[in-house]
């Protein structure tokens, strides 16, 4: 079955707590952001089956990610602010990159799809000694 707008606006709404930048996106972004999803489950996990509710949790997740304020923090701003409005300072230890924004949710909905193989956060990295 294909992702789609409808299906993950339906999925969202119903089973994700904080939709208010995905509902907020206009239909180009959440195009874009269903193609990034996807695109980056199917090739972190291409072994296993993805389902559609896996790439729908982690299109969420991204929409919170590349929302307006946290976009910013991606692109290297450590602090704004707007004079009378508000101040924002982002935390130096906060995600970054794609793969941190793969939740919890979007592992155990791709374990339960592929007969409860375990996946974990885990990568292997060089380190020199």
């Known amino acids: 079955m294909a992702v789609n707008i409808a299906d993950a606006d339906a999925y969202i709404a119903a089973n994700c707590i904080d939709i208010e930048d995905w509902t907020d ?3 180009a972004k959440k195009q874009r952001i269903l193609n990034v999803a996807d695109r980056k489950l199917t090739t972190k996990y291409a072994q ?8 729908y949790e982690y299109a969420n997740e991204l929409a919170i990610a ?15 602010g707007l004079t009378g409005v508000a101040n ?9 990159g794609l793969d941190a924004w793969i939740s919890d949710t979007v592992l155990d909905l791709i374990s339960e799809a592929n007969g409860g ?3 974990s956060r885990r990568s292997i990295k060089w380190t020199v000694l």
Do not use: C, E, H
Not at 48 to 55: E, G, Q
Not at 66 to 80: E, Y
Not at 88 to 94: N, V
């Open 25 to 27: 996106a206009d239909d």
């Open 48 to 55: 296993y089956t993805i389902p559609d509710a896996a790439v």
């Open 66 to 80: 590349f929302n307006d304020t946290n976009r910013l923090q991606q692109q290297g701003v450590a602090s704004f």
């Open 88 to 96: 924002f300072t982002f935390k130096d230890w906060a995600k970054s």
């Open 117 to 119: 193989v375990p996946l």
